[in-house]
């Protein structure tokens, strides 16, 4: 974070929490250096990067625009190249056909040549291969209990509570994700309802069917190295056929050699999907994942995605990458000071809200209590009489921020609109993309700028107002 004019970053999300990846995010925002980063983030992507360098095939292909762009813009270069493929396979043909057909006759053995010598200059395009090497899917739960699991007064932590009256009941569907720092008792709570960590006081009860799919954070580290990944499956279930053990790790692209050697070599994100693809083998009907997308790829995190999308069972998410937590959960707890609670409202309003604590946590400093004092009536009736004339220009000062942020997502959803044109990614329009992606980084500063500006008038005016209200 020291002054820099070029800023390197590998994968900085990875073991950070959800709090910290949004600091990070405006922070890289404001940074006036340039700025090239590898992340499986896409909404980090999104929010970071106005260009993407994709490595496919040995080779670099870049892209205008965040990771959205990105994705339009390949999905279009792909269909391009795949009408020229076939285009050029037909030409192909045609001049083999033509010099089978001719070669043995003088009048046209010239041409024939010709179209020899073309067909060995033709370069060959490569077919569209779109499909992701990951494709898997979560088996039917069977059985089922309802609840699953059940929670009741709770007191989790280690020698002393570090959350305490947790009543949380877990029935088949649900599908929660757990917001708050780190510190807070997240990955506590998820060892207490896998079972790992025993409660200091309270109940936990699971029910007859549960059949429970744990993956955490040290998850890589209980792999059996020596093993190949077609015997640490084998051992989970031996009445499995062989074929249907290589058919299930080929989902997770695990096939030939890498499905039957040992797994000491593996980098962390092979190590991953293996312990991504044992809790699946052992068919789950309840998930607890406690950031499974570290060490993941964008691939390997849509197919996670889309997989958990189709799981009937019950899922309880804690992760720092929104793409999957907006897709995959419907209901929100936050874990903060003590306590588990629901949170009402979306991932957008949690980084709301989050602004607001850390902007109150700057400036009213937790814990000071102020000595009582002798209650002077008439300084009481002045001082609230100066705080009502403080409210009317708050007031006005915050409609009018209100105003211009309403002005700054229509100009922005409108730009949206613009740079979704896929003619606008030609070499003809580039100085127009340019100035159009100018402006939209212009806009978003100016909308965060005046969104941090809002949420810091509404404290003082609440203070302001709480105040009034004590007099």
Known sequence: MCPSDLLLLDEPTNHLDLDASLWLEQWLRRYEGTLMLISHDRDFIDACCDVVVHLENHQLHRYRGNYSAFERQRAERLAQQQQAFEKQQAERAHMEDFVRRFRAKASKAKQ????????????????AHVDSPFKFRFYEPGQVSDPLLNLSQADLGYSQPLLSGVNLSI?????????????????????SLAGTQPLLSGQRQGGEHLRMG?????????????????????????????????????GFNFRGERAEGHCRHFSGGEKARLALAIIVWQRPNMLLLDEPTNHLDLEMC??????????????IVVSHDRHLLRNTVDELLLVDQGRVDAFDGSLDDYRLWLLARNK???????????????????????DAAAKRA?????????????????????????LEETLADSELYSDANKDKLKTLLAEQASLRSEN?????????????MEVLEAEMDGA
Do not use: C
């Open 360 to 382: 109150d946590a700057g400036t009213r400093p937790q814990g000071s209590v102020a000595a009582e004092a002798p209650v002077d009536k008439k300084k009481a009736r002045q």
């Open 390 to 414: 403080q409210l009317a220009p708050l007031r006005k000062e915050i409609q009018k921020l209100d105003k211009r942020m309403q002005q700054l997502q229509d100009q922005l959803a409108k």
């Open 448 to 460: 965060d700028d005046v969104e941090e500006r809002w949420l810091r008038l509404q404290e003082e």
């Open 214 to 250: 744990y993956f955490h954070q040290h998850q890589l580290e209980s792999l059996d190295l020596d093993a190949s990944p077609i015997l640490q499956l084998q051992r989970l279930r031996p009445e499995a056929r062989e074929q249907d053990i290589r058919n299930f790790l080929g």
């Open 171 to 191: 029935h088949p569907g649900s599908r929660i994700g757990l917001l708050g720092a780190n510190g807070a008792g997240k990955s506590t709570l998820m060892k």
């Open 302 to 315: 849509h197919a996670l995605t889309t997989a958990l999308q189709e799981f009937e069972g019950a899922v």
């Open 112 to 127: 024939a040549q010709s179209r020899l010598k073309a067909l060995e200059r033709m370069e060959e395009i490569a077919p």
